[in-house]
């Protein structure tokens, strides 16, 4: 008896832990309940390659401005070996970037951008000084959006958007305002959370974005990827990633 206790003690440890798992990575119950058997085909895939996709979460859903019934809608005009097929092409596309960061694919009507308000949004300097003349001429302020393209993809990128003011032969940052995401095509990067620094000289600025990586819409990768250093200069342009 003891023995048998013993067993549904560990088991139910088991059970619970398991749980605990699958909420964190799947959206919570609400999600595992309204797309149930496609969860299964995935789990069954993650078992298949030693992979770790997931549907959005809850708290990443709430962020770009959806909800899990967007992702249940979406996923039930396919059947379940549609969505096999579907998530076949998406694994088969991200293997490929990560190879040689090759274009990837593109779904109709998918193309999103999400842009958020910056929460250390700073002003380094007075905004009412911007609009004084000086002798060494006249101070004016503007605002510009700098964008980090990570990858071959012409439409993938994080962006930022600043004020910026030109004075004495220099444009400098006043601030940084917000920060975003494009994806027009999969895999691609979503913005979860920004931080940045402005130089001393208000010339530059540098930027760390951390992200879900979206294999295909509605279908992420379950790790969180940090990217930092990433130094914008005032009035300098778009940036390229090294590939």
Wanted: with cysteine.
């Amino acid at each position: 008896m003891k023995k048998n206790v013993f067993f549904i003690t560990i088991l139910s440890l088991l059970l619970l832990s398991f749980t605990v798992f699958c909420i964190g990575n799947n959206a919570k119950a609400k999600s595992l309940m309204l797309l149930s058997d496609y969860q299964k085909e995935l789990d069954a895939i993650n078992s298949e390659f030693g992979t770790n996709y997931c549907f959005p979460t809850d708290e990443i859903l709430k962020k770009e401005g959806r909800s899990i019934e967007e992702v249940e809608k979406y996923f039930q005009q396919m059947t379940l070996n549609e969505f096999k097929d579907y998530v076949y092409s998406a694994i088969q596309a991200d293997i490929a970037y990560t190879n040689d960061n090759t274009t990837g694919l593109e779904y109709n009507y998918s193309t999103a951008e999400h842009y958020y308000y910056n929460p250390d949004h700073l002003y380094p300097v007075e905004k009412s000084n911007l609009q004084r003349r000086g002798h060494d001429g006249e101070y004016r302020s503007y605002s510009s959006t700098q964008k980090w393209y990570y990858s071959y993809a012409p439409n993938n990128y994080l962006y930022i958007r600043s004020t910026v003011y030109y004075a004495n032969g220099h444009d400098m940052y006043v601030s940084v305002d917000g920060y975003g995401d494009h994806m027009g095509s999969y895999p691609c990067y979503g913005a979860t959370s920004f931080t940045s620094s402005i130089s001393s000289d208000k010339r530059t600025v540098s930027c760390n974005f951390t992200c879900v990586k979206y294999i295909a819409p509605n279908i992420m990768n379950a790790n969180i990827y940090n990217f930092s250093g990433i130094t914008f200069t005032a009035n300098g342009g778009d940036l390229y990633a090294s590939i």
